[in-house]
C-alpha cells in the first residue's frame, strides 16, 4: 500500500537526517511538550474529578439529601412524614433533632454534636446502619429505665478512649431546675456503636442518639428537621424546590447541592484554574511546532521550489507542512494519553497521594477519568496542533520557485 504524495513527503521531512538533524530534534522535543501536556491535564482532571466524586458519594452516604424546616416545628411528625413521602422521589423520610454537647470520658473531654433519630427511619435516609464498624443501630432502643444509648463516630470514641459498652457523659449547655438552682444538664450514655462514614466532619464529632432521648435533653423545638431521601441524587434540588409551593411558605429545604454550593464551587474553580495552567504546556508545545516548521521551510525551500515547478499546486504543498504538524500533534497526543491513564491507574489502585483528613474529609486523593474530560482534552491537543500549522503551511504554499532557485 502506497501513501498519498504528501504523507509521504511530510514522513520524509519529519525523519530528516544529517544536515536536517536538528528541525527533526526540535520536531522530537514538540512531540514531547504535547504528550507532557495531554497526560499533566488528564492527570489533573481525573485528580479534581475524582475528589468531587468521592466528596460527593461521602456526604450523600453521610447525610441526607433534602433537609425540610417548618417554622415553628413539626407539631405532627408522623403526619408530616407521610405527606412528604408522597412526594416524587422521595423513597424515605426521617425526623431529627440536633444539639451540642461535651462528651467526658475518664480525662478525656471533647465537643460533640448530639443528633437524635429514630432508628428505624434513619436507615431509610442515611448510611449510618450499613457504616457501623461495631454496635447497632438497634441498640438505641431501649427500655425505660435502662441507660441510653449512643453511636459514636470512629474518631470521636477513639479520641474518648471509649469503645462499644463502655459509659460516657455528655453536658449540655441547656439548664434544668434543682434544689441547688439551675444547673447544665449531665447525662450518662452506653456506647451502643461505632460508625464509620468517611467524613471526618461526621466520624470525629456527631454522636447518635435516640429522637425521645434528644427531645428529653434538647426540646423538640431545638432544630428540629425532617431528613429525606430521594431515588435520584440529581433530583435532590427540584424536590427540595417544589416542597414551598406544595405545603406552603412556612416550610423550607435545602438540598445537598445547595447546602455544600460552596465546598463544589471551589473544587470547580480549582480544576478550571489547573486545566487552564497546565493547558499552557500544549500552547508551549504549539510554539515549537510553529517554529520547526518555520525552520523546516527555509531550509526546504529548494524543494518546495522543485515540487512547484514538477507541478505540484499550492494546496498540495500546504497540505504537505499542515500534515507534518498534525503527526507531530497526534504522536503527542496519542503517547501523552496512553500514559496519563497508565498513571491514572496507578495512582488511584494504589491510593499513592495522601491528603490531610481534617482539611479534605479523605485521607487519599481517588482519580476518576470521565470519558467527556478525556475527548476534550484529546481533540483540544489536536486542534491547538493544528492550527499552529496554519502559518508556515501557507507561507510554504506562497513561495516563488523563480526566488528560491534563484541563489541555488
Known sequence: MTLPFELFVAMRYLLARRKQAFISLISLISIIGVSVGVMALLIALALMTGLQGELRDRLVGAAAHVYVFKAGGFENVEQEIGRLRELPHVTGAAPVILGQGLAQAGDKALFVTM?????????????????????????????????????????????????????????????????????????VFKVAGIFNLGLYEYDATYGFIHLDVAERMFGRSTSAFIELRVDDLFEAEGVAASITPRFGPEYQAQGWADMNKSLFGALWLEKMAISITIGLIVMVAALNIIASLILLVMEKSRDIAILKTMGSSAASIR????????????????????????????????????????????SYVPFRLEAGD????????????????????????????????RYQ
Do not use: H, W
Open 115 to 187: 443528633k437524635g433519630v429514630m432508628p428505624e427511619l434513619e436507615a431509610t435516609v442515611t448510611e449510618v446502619k450499613n457504616r457501623l464498624q461495631a454496635g447497632s443501630l438497634e441498640a438505641l432502643e431501649t427500655e425505660p429505665g435502662e441507660m441510653p444509648g449512643i453511636l459514636l463516630g470512629r474518631d470521636l470514641a477513639e479520641n474518648l478512649g471509649v469503645y462499644v459498652g463502655d459509659s460516657m457523659e455528655v453536658l449540655i449547655a441547656e439548664e434544668r431546675l434543682t434544689p441547688f438552682g439551675a444547673q447544665p444538664q449531665k447525662r
Open 319 to 362: 497540505r504537505i507542512f499542515v500534515l507534518q504538524g498534525l503527526i507531530i500533534g497526534l504522536v503527542g497526543t496519542a503517547s501523552g494519553a496512553i500514559a496519563g491513564v497508565l498513571l491514572i491507574t496507578i495512582l488511584d489502585r494504589f491510593k499513592l497521594i495522601s491528603v490531610p483528613i481534617d482539611v479534605y474529609q479523605i
Open 374 to 405: 478525556f475527548l476534550v482534552v484529546i481533540a483540544a491537543a489536536i486542534l491547538i496542533c493544528f492550527v499552529a500549522t496554519i502559518y508556515p503551511s501557507r507561507q510554504a504554499s506562497r513561495l516563488d520557485p523563480a526566488q528560491a532557485l
